[in-house]
Each structure stands twice: as C-alpha cells, then as structure tokens.
C-alpha cells in the first residue's frame, strides 16, 4: 500500500500571488508516507490515520454508540451501547460549555439512532428494545430541556 505523491507547486513569478488548486495537496503534511508491506501496527494507525482528539463526552457507561447535533448547533445528544435501562439513556450536551444539560430515559436498550426533525424542535430515538421515542425540545428554564412527546411500546 502506496500513499499517493503531492501534487507539485507551479512556479510563481515575482510579484504574483501563489493559486491554491487544492487544499488538500497544497500544504505541508505531518504525515509521513508508508510503503506497507504487512497490516500496519498500532502506533501508525494512531499516528497517521485516525482523526485527533478535540472533545470528550464523559458520562456514559459503556462507549459512545450514536450522536446527533441540533440544526443550530446548540445541542449535541449522544447515546452509548446498553443491556440495561439506567445505561440506555440519551445524554443532552451544550455545545458553548460542552457540559452535560439533560438525561433522557425511556429505553431499556442500545438507543441505535438519533435525529433532530430540520426545526431542531423535534428529538427522534430508535433503539434495540424495538421501540422508538420522540422528544420535544422546550426552552423554559423552569421546565426541563426535552419533553416526552410520543412513543411506542413493544
């Protein structure tokens, strides 16, 4: 397995600004290309092929299984596998703070799927207990952030 070569920079005279014809090509790399002759190990992958870290979501119990962000980009809610009730709960996350805002519960299983209606009024969850639930997002401090709107039962 080959990375393929950057593209070369034309020339520029004196006097004329340098043209960007790709940004992808057009800057240095940190990474280095590899001629891979076997699966690579470990440390490359982290070095050269996974996205960096920027932001952790603490709170869930077992690791992270869905994510959604609201249309303007307020919300973020996640969801993380679960066998039980008290783990398979959406968690709410402000995007200002990064901090936690709400717990939602009425699954009893992996919430698999999460969607904001294009409004951002709306949250949907569909989970592996076969049931699905439909969150109203409310904006009163007093009251909390998500309401249980509709759902269904097995």
């Not at 639930?133 to 039962?153: H, M």
Request: glycine share 4%; net charge neutral; hydrophobic share 30%.
């Amino acid at each position: 397995m080959t990375c393929p070569p950057a593209q070369e920079a034309r020339s520029v005279k004196e006097g004329e600004e340098p043209v960007s014809k790709n940004a992808f090509t057009d800057h240095i790399s940190p990474f280095t290309p590899a001629n891979l002759s076997e699966p690579p190990v470990e440390e490359h992958l982290l070095q050269n092929t996974l996205w960096p870290e920027t932001q952790k979501l603490y709170g869930h119990g077992y690791e992270i299984y869905c994510i959604a962000s609201s249309p303007d980009a307020k919300y973020v809610v996640s969801a993380c596998k679960a066998t039980k009730q008290e783990h398979a709960s959406i968690r709410v996350w402000e995007t200002g703070t990064w901090r936690q805002v709400a717990t939602l519960t009425s699954h009893t299983l992996t919430v698999t799927q999460l969607t904001f209606s294009h409004s951002g009024l709306y949250l949907l969850a569909v989970s592996r207990d076969r049931c699905w639930s439909l969150w109203k997002r409310t904006e009163g401090k007093e009251e909390a952030l998500f309401r249980l709107s509709a759902q269904t039962n097995k």
